[in-house]
């Protein structure tokens, strides 16, 4: 098995939690658990308020990819507007918060845009 969804939102911190919303209707067809769904939760908060605050000029969109797999879920996000110019994407905070959640996070840059992604095994 493997699905894959994508949802465009607006890049706005009120519209993340349609975000977490779709990640939690996913995660419930994989059988996560309650501490999974929570780390899923923690994992996307952050990697889309990275993006938001990040990008420049404001990004006006963020896109979530969702590819579901007989282990677990892998996600992917970026915005529409390029990574500020000297910017990290991910604080020293922020890596140590995804690197403690998730799995395999990466972030690369495509045409100026970060593009992170992350996977969370079933569980």
């Excluded at 607006?10 to 209707?25: Q, Y």
């Excluded at 908060?45 to 990819?65: F, G, K, N, W, Y």
Aim: glycine share 6%; aromatic share 4%.
């Amino acid at each position: 098995m493997s699905d894959q969804v994508t949802i465009r939102i607006p890049a706005t911190t009120r519209h993340v939690a349609l975000v977490r919303a779709t990640a939690t209707t996913l995660a419930a067809l994989l059988d996560f658990t309650y501490d999974r769904l929570t780390d899923l939760h923690i994992a996307i908060d952050e990697v889309c308020s990275r993006i938001l605050a990040t990008s420049s000029p404001h990004a006006s969109r963020l896109e979530v990819i969702f590819t579901l797999g007989e282990g677990g879920m892998k996600i992917e996000a970026s915005g529409d507007s390029p990574l500020k110019s000297g910017e990290e994407f991910l604080t020293t905070w922020s890596k140590a918060i995804l690197d403690s959640v998730a799995e395999q996070m990466q972030v690369a840059v495509r045409d100026g845009i970060a593009v992170a992604s992350f996977r969370l095994p079933r569980g």
